[in-house]
Structure formats: C-alpha cells, structure tokens
C-alpha cells in the first residue's frame, strides 16, 4: 500500500525517498513534454496529493476530473495523466475536455492519431456534404473514440464502444454534434469492415426490427426483411467505398402493410349494409 494512503503518516510529512517513489511515474510521464508544462503538471498532481491526503493512485476519475478543472492552464496534462496513469479512459468527458487533438497528443505522443485521421479523411470529405454534418465533427468523433479505447489505431474500435458513446450523448441535452459525429464514424468503420454494421439516428427510438415486423402481414415482412438488410456503397475513385444507408420510405411500406391487413379484416360498408 502506497504510504500516502495509510492514513497514519500526512503527505507533507512523508520521508523524501517515499515522496519520489511516488512522483516517478508522473515524471515519467511527462518526460516527453515541454520542461515547463511538465514541471507545471507534476506540481498541481503534488499539490493535489497534499490537499485531499490521497496518493493520486487512489483517485477516481471524479478525483481526476475536479484536479483537472482547477489546473489553470495545465487541465489538459492533467487530465492526460488521469489517461496515462488511472486509466480513465472517458476523463475528457467527465473533465469537459474539448481540445482532443492537443490532449490526444499528450496521451498518444505527438502525431500519434494522424495516421488513423488520414484514413478517415476521404470518406469525411464525402460525408461533409450530408446534411447537418461537418468535417470537423467525424475527426472529433475518431479522437473522442480513441481516447476512450486507450488506443490511437483505428482498428481498436470496437461496436460496442462506439454504442456506448452513442449511448452516454444521448443523456446530455445539448451534445447532438458530438453524437451526429460517432454516428457518420460508424459508417465509415462499416465500410472499412472494423464494426459490423452502421449506426442510425433513430436507433434509440426505432426499437428491435424484430417487433417493429411483428405486426405486419407474412407476405409482407420477408420482403420488407431482405430490403432491409439491402446496403450500397459509394465508389469514388482513388477513394474506400461509403456505406449508405437504405431509403426511410420502407418504413412507410410496413405502415401501408399493417393498414391493408386491416382494411382486409374489416366487412365492406355495402355488405354491412345489405346485413342490417
């Protein structure tokens, strides 16, 4: 156990030799850093240490977070140890982080993304010219994705990380771009095979296709079934090909299938007539 969180010995009083030990990976850390702001950020996590009377190993990503808003202008390398040294993967949620790129840079090492940026970029190009999106928000949407993988290769994407963050932005009120972001993200993973299949808009208020089939005629929902499983893709030359979606109009032939059953089911007005 780390001697800062024995409870039996203060921070301020601990002997020199415990008190590097316990620095050592921080200035690991950010030995790859500017002298000064590494030096700015070893201070505010020691600082931190003394303040609360817990070793920074014990603290929890609200911990991270609250040091982080408090930092001035080191909030970034702050949040980046909480990265590199708690393992808090989505701390630049928790923090509010928006400069990913910088913070990107400080977790991953200088340039370490743009591989994985570049490789998205055509297909962002493409998706740019869709309606209430920007280009800006697919690069902030694979930074915010890497961070919260640990990773800075594309190919550590998984689906299920992808929902999640999907998932945590529906919660928000307001954080529509960030969302939209993910959702154009996953198509461009689609299309390169990294996650099985592309997010919607309306996922969170579609429900399962399975009970959205149930009430339509047989006849009707293995045809409407295969169409939507149907996807095209976009070739462009000396570009990876975009996954599209299908066309929203197949819902609208689900609705006319369930108004014909019932229509079916229902006596005519003139044989309703002729009974009475």
Same mark, same amino acid.
């Not at 409870?7 to 601990?14: D, K, L, N, V, Y």
């Not at 461009?188 to 919607?200: D, E, N, R, S, Y």
């Given at each position: 156990?780390?001697?800062?969180?024995?409870?039996?010995?203060?921070?301020?009083?601990?002997?020199?030799?415990?008190?590097?030990?316990?620095?050592?990976?921080?200035?690991?850390?950010?030995? &790859?850093?500017?002298?000064?702001?590494? /030096?700015?950020?070893?201070? +505010? #996590?020691?600082? %931190? @240490?003394?303040?609360?009377? !817990? $070793?920074?190993?014990?603290?929890?990503?609200?911990?991270?977070?609250?040091?982080?808003?408090?930092?001035?202008?080191?909030?970034?390398?702050?949040?980046?140890?909480?990265?590199?040294?708690?393992?808090?993967?989505?701390?630049?949620?928790?923090?509010?982080?928006?400069?990913?790129?910088?913070?990107?840079?400080?977790?991953?090492?200088?340039?370490?993304?743009?591989?994985?940026?570049?490789?998205?970029?055509?297909?962002? &190009?493409?998706?740019?010219?869709?309606? /209430?999106?920007?280009?800006? +928000? #697919?690069?902030? %949407? @694979?930074?915010?994705?890497? !961070? $919260?993988?640990?990773?800075?290769?594309?190919?550590?994407?998984?689906?299920?990380?992808?929902?999640?963050?999907?998932?945590?932005?529906?919660?928000?009120?307001?954080?529509?771009?960030?969302?939209?972001?993910?959702?154009?993200?996953?198509?461009?993973?689609?299309?390169?095979?990294?996650?099985?299949?592309?997010?919607?808009?309306?996922?969170?208020?579609?429900?399962?296709?399975?009970?959205?089939?149930?009430?339509?005629?047989?006849?009707?929902?293995?045809?409407?079934?295969?169409?939507?499983?149907?996807?095209?893709?976009?070739?462009?030359?000396?570009?990876?090909?975009?996954?599209?979606?299908?066309?929203?109009?197949?819902?609208?032939?689900?609705?006319?299938?369930?108004?014909?059953?019932?229509?079916?089911?229902?006596?005519?007005?003139?044989?309703?007539?002729?009974?009475?």
């Amino acid at each position: 156990m780390n001697p800062a969180d024995t409870g039996q010995t203060p921070i301020g009083a601990m002997a020199r030799e415990a008190l590097l030990d316990l620095m050592r990976p921080v200035d690991e850390a950010v030995r &790859e850093w500017p002298r000064k702001t590494g /030096h700015a950020a070893h201070n +505010q #996590v020691l600082d %931190a @240490v003394r303040a609360c009377g !817990l $070793s920074y190993q014990s603290w929890n990503e609200g911990i991270w977070a609250e040091v982080s808003r408090t930092a001035g202008p080191a909030r970034l390398h702050i949040a980046a140890l909480g990265h590199l040294l708690g393992g808090h993967h989505h701390l630049h949620h928790t923090a509010g982080i928006n400069q990913l790129r910088r913070l990107a840079d400080l977790v991953f090492g200088s340039g370490a993304t743009e591989p994985a940026l570049h490789e998205v970029e055509p297909d962002a &190009e493409f998706l740019a010219d869709l309606p /209430h999106l920007r280009e800006w +928000q #697919v690069g902030n %949407a @694979v930074l915010d994705a890497l !961070l $919260s993988a640990g990773s800075p290769r594309l190919e550590d994407l998984t689906d299920t990380l992808v929902r999640q963050l999907v998932a945590e932005y529906d919660k928000v009120a307001g954080l529509r771009s960030p969302r939209r972001g993910l959702i154009k993200l996953s198509r461009v993973l689609a299309g390169k095979g990294i996650i099985p299949a592309p997010l919607h808009n309306n996922e969170d208020r579609a429900g399962p296709r399975s009970d959205m089939l149930s009430t339509v005629p047989p006849e009707w929902a293995e045809w409407a079934s295969s169409a939507r499983r149907v996807a095209c893709f976009w070739w462009r030359p000396s570009a990876s090909p975009c996954w599209i979606r299908p066309h929203r109009p197949l819902r609208r032939i689900e609705a006319s299938a369930r108004q014909f059953a019932a229509a079916r089911q229902q006596p005519s007005t003139s044989k309703s007539r002729a009974l009475t």
